[in-house]
Nanobody, 122 residues
Framework: QVQLVESGGGLVQAGGSLTLSCVAS????????MGWFRQGVGKEREFVAR????????SYTDSVKGRFAISRDNAKNTVYLQMNSLKPEDTAIYYC???????????????WGQGTQVTVSS
């Protein structure tokens, strides 16, 4: 079992920045692929970014490339999502999740946090 707790969400103006954190406990964190997903009101949950066990392999959805950066600190059992140049369309609940393999499909992620709200005002 892996327990995930996100933090760092909030209200920010367009063009601003936020850093989300996700602390993991339970099974060895360093063996998990970690991903960030988001779900806006009335929208389906979508993949945002993921990072492999070693931290060397990252992947992003096109809409956040160049603006968001995912990273992890295995010593702290924490994964981060640095979000810059935020846009109103980034408004959503952001979830971190853990998987065994480096994929984008939400169905492949076995463990999920409760989510943290990010609101970007125009």
């Amino acid at each position: 079992q892996v327990q995930l707790v996100e933090s760092g969400g909030g209200l920010v103006q367009a063009g601003g920045s936020l850093t989300l954190s996700c602390v993991a406990s339970g099974r060895t964190f360093s063996t998990e692929v970690m991903g960030w997903f988001r779900q806006g009101v009335g929208k389906e949950r979508e993949f945002v970014a993921r990072i492999t066990w070693s931290g060397s392999g990252t992947s992003y959805t096109d809409s956040v490339k160049g603006r968001f950066a995912i990273s992890r600190d295995n010593a702290k059992n924490t994964v981060y999502l640095q979000m810059n140049s935020l846009k109103p369309e980034d408004t959503a609940i952001y979830y971190c999740a853990a998987a065994t393999w480096p994929v984008r499909a939400a169905s492949a992620y076995s463990y999920w946090g409760q989510g943290t709200q990010v609101t970007v005002s125009s």
